[in-house]
């Protein structure tokens, strides 16, 4: 008696809830894909599409997204000649820094790549939202210590030391500073960000300031020096990018630097210490060639001398001035500069 009371209301409830049409709709959808599942395409395979489960890879997610991305790809290569400019200037070594891609991998799993140790740093680059990491490898800060202070370089390193010294610390903190400027700069054509340190740690095991499931698309950046290497990454959240994919994938050409290479300071110096010849015409006069025929010695030749003297350089007029004297002895003084077309 108890179990037809059971019955009788769970019966009830159920008719409460749904019609006997949606009942018998629900039913003939069921029955339908059935029929779809077993003839379908003829091998017992469900064809996806509109209601149907897709699959979906959660790992790949990162290389997807770099794939489709040729304008961040574009501020990268932007920002490794940048990044080449600026060690050579710091470090005054010659270097070529590449970017040779970007990867996608979970926060807990990239930790699980670095060595100890490795100079981790946390930053903002608003306004995009969230933090990201510079990391420089061991390599790369023990090698830039050791050439900075007039050190040679080395293929092999100690691996096996707990920490950077204060030297290599603060090594590190001008190569940090380099690169929040150089990132400033490679972004300011397409998105103006204000990059910002947050916090610096050399142990992966204490590094532990996102969501370990958090994905991140990591940038690789190798830095070859004479005879050696490191590595400078630049792991993005892809929430970060998320909000800016459409202007990211839109195809970009890149414009074409004035300085290239670790060369431009180096032929800059150079050309600032060049000797230069400086000329400029007082006056002129006009004669017959007759006239020039009938020139003796002792002769005087009238001028036409105007207010305004052109100094010239190489051929090339630079300044506008006036005639005069400076310490016994004859000058130009400069008014202007000339302003070429």
Same mark, same amino acid.
């Given at each position: 008696?108890?179990?037809?009371?059971?019955?009788?209301?769970?019966?009830?409830?159920?008719?409460?809830?749904?019609?006997?049409?949606?009942?018998?709709?629900?039913?003939?959808?069921?029955?339908?894909?059935?029929?779809g599942?077993?003839?379908?395409?003829?091998?017992?395979?469900?064809?996806?599409?509109?209601g149907?489960?897709?699959?979906?890879d959660?790992?790949?997610?990162?290389?997807?997204?770099?794939?489709?991305?040729?304008?961040?790809?574009?501020?990268?290569?932007?920002? *490794?000649? &940048? +990044?080449?400019?600026?060690? @050579?200037?710091?470090?005054?070594?010659?270097?070529?820094?590449? !970017?040779?891609? $970007?990867?996608?991998?979970?926060?807990?799993?990239?930790?699980?790549?670095?060595?100890?140790?490795?100079?981790?740093?946390?930053?903002?680059?608003?306004?995009?939202?969230?933090?990201?990491?510079?990391?420089?490898?061991n390599?790369?800060?023990?090698?830039?210590?050791?050439?900075?202070?007039?050190?040679?370089?080395?293929n092999?390193?100690?691996?096996?030391?707990?920490?950077?010294?204060?030297?290599?610390?603060?090594?590190?903190?001008?190569?940090?500073?380099?690169?929040?400027?150089?990132?400033?700069?490679?972004?300011?054509?397409?998105?103006?960000?204000?990059?910002?340190?947050?916090?610096?740690?050399?142990?992966?095991?204490?590094?532990?300031?996102?969501?370990? *499931?958090? &994905? +991140?698309l990591?940038?690789? @950046?190798?830095?070859?020096?004479?005879?050696?290497?490191?590595? !400078?990454?630049? $792991?993005?959240?892809?929430a970060?990018?998320?909000?800016?994919?459409?202007?990211?994938?839109?195809?970009?050409?890149?414009?074409?630097?004035?300085?290239?290479?670790?060369?431009?300071?180096?032929?800059?110096?150079?050309?600032?210490?060049?000797?230069?010849?400086?000329?400029?015409?007082?006056?002129?006069?006009?004669?017959?060639?007759?006239?020039?025929?009938?020139?003796?010695?002792?002769?005087?030749?009238?001028?036409?001398?105007?207010?305004?003297?052109?100094?010239?350089?190489?051929?090339?007029?630079?300044?506008?001035?006036?005639?005069?004297?400076?310490?016994?002895?004859?000058?130009?003084?400069?008014?202007?500069?000339?302003?070429?077309?």
């Open positions: 008696m108890a179990d037809s009371e059971t019955e009788s209301g769970e019966s009830t409830g159920a008719e409460d809830v749904l019609t006997q049409e949606e009942i018998d709709a629900l039913l003939t959808s069921v029955e339908d894909d059935e029929v599942a077993e003839s379908g395409n003829g091998s017992g395979t469900i064809i996806p599409g509109i149907h489960v897709r699959t979906f959660f790992a790949r997610q990162g290389q997807s997204l770099s794939a489709g991305l040729p304008l961040l790809n574009v501020i990268h290569e932007r920002f *490794a000649l &940048q +990044l080449c400019e600026s060690i @050579f200037n710091t470090l005054r070594c010659s270097n070529n820094v590449k !970017f040779v891609g $970007a990867r996608g991998t979970s926060f807990i799993d990239y930790l699980q790549t670095l060595d100890l140790p490795t100079h981790i740093n946390f930053i903002n680059l608003k306004p995009l939202k969230g933090i990201a990491l510079a990391v420089f490898d390599n790369l800060i023990t090698n830039a210590t050791s050439s900075f202070f007039g050190g040679s370089m080395k092999e390193l100690a691996t096996d030391k707990p920490d950077f010294t204060p030297s290599e610390m603060r090594i590190g903190n001008m190569l940090l500073q380099s690169v929040m400027h150089d990132l400033q700069v490679s972004w300011k054509a397409d998105i103006a960000i204000h990059p910002e340190a947050k916090q610096t740690e050399t142990n992966p095991d204490f590094a532990q300031l996102m969501n370990p *499931a958090e &994905q +991140l990591v940038n690789r @950046f190798d830095i070859v020096f004479e005879g050696t290497q490191g590595v !400078f990454e630049l $792991a993005m959240p892809m970060m990018i998320e909000p800016y994919r459409e202007q990211f994938s839109v195809t970009y050409q890149s414009e074409k630097r004035e300085d290239q290479g670790t060369w431009a300071p180096v032929i800059i110096d150079e050309l600032k210490n060049t000797s230069v010849e400086l000329s400029s015409t007082l006056g002129t006069a006009q004669l017959s060639l007759g006239e020039v025929l009938k020139l003796e010695k002792g002769d005087i030749i009238p001028l036409e001398m105007s207010d305004a003297i052109t100094l010239y350089a190489e051929g090339i007029p630079v300044f506008d001035g006036e005639y005069g004297a400076f310490n016994d002895k004859n000058a130009i003084k400069i008014r202007n500069k000339k302003h070429r077309p």
